[in-house]
């Protein structure tokens, strides 16, 4: 059975850039911002999310916060392009399993998501 992974940013060239980087060994559901990921993850069985932190509408940390309160294993991986944010408290206590800057090293994003949940 194919793992299912959600790509949760608000810059449509990120979400095609890390879909095609993962389409070939995963299934990949797209959300635009915050509010669409909660949509996406109250209907669909996710492997694993990759969510940008500044969105519209709904602060990726306020959806891992609302994650967690449900789901309190399904790896996260946060791709910002606010390094600073990697100290954020939300961040720290949330169990995120990896924190990538952007621009984004695809290779190294690839290599973890396939430590995470295999191929």
């Known amino acids: 059975m194919t793992k299912r992974i959600l790509v ?3 810059e449509e060239s990120i979400r095609l850039l890390m879909s095609e980087a993962l389409k070939d060994n995963y299934d990949v559901v797209e959300a ?4 669409e990921a909660l949509q996406v993850l109250d ?5 694993l999310i990759i969510i940008d932190i500044k969105m519209p ?3 990726g940390l306020e959806v891992i916060e609302r994650i967690r ?3 309190k294993i399904v790896p996260i991986l946060i791709c ?3 390094r600073l944010m990697e100290d954020d408290i939300v961040v720290k206590t949330s169990d995120v399993a990896a924190f990538f800057t952007k621009p984004l090293d695809m ?3 690839k290599m973890k998501v396939s ?3 295999g191929t």
Do not use: F, K, P, Q
């Not at 635009?32 to 509010?35: I, P, R, V």
């Not at 209907?43 to 492997?47: G, H, K, P, Q, Y």
């Open 8 to 10: 949760c940013d608000d």
């Open 107 to 109: 290779r190294a994003l």
């Open 115 to 117: 430590e995470l949940i």
């Open 57 to 59: 509408h709904i602060h």
């Open 69 to 71: 309160e449900t789901n």
């Open 80 to 82: 910002s392009a606010y």
């Open 32 to 35: 635009a911002d915050g509010s």
């Open 43 to 47: 209907r669909e069985n996710l492997d």
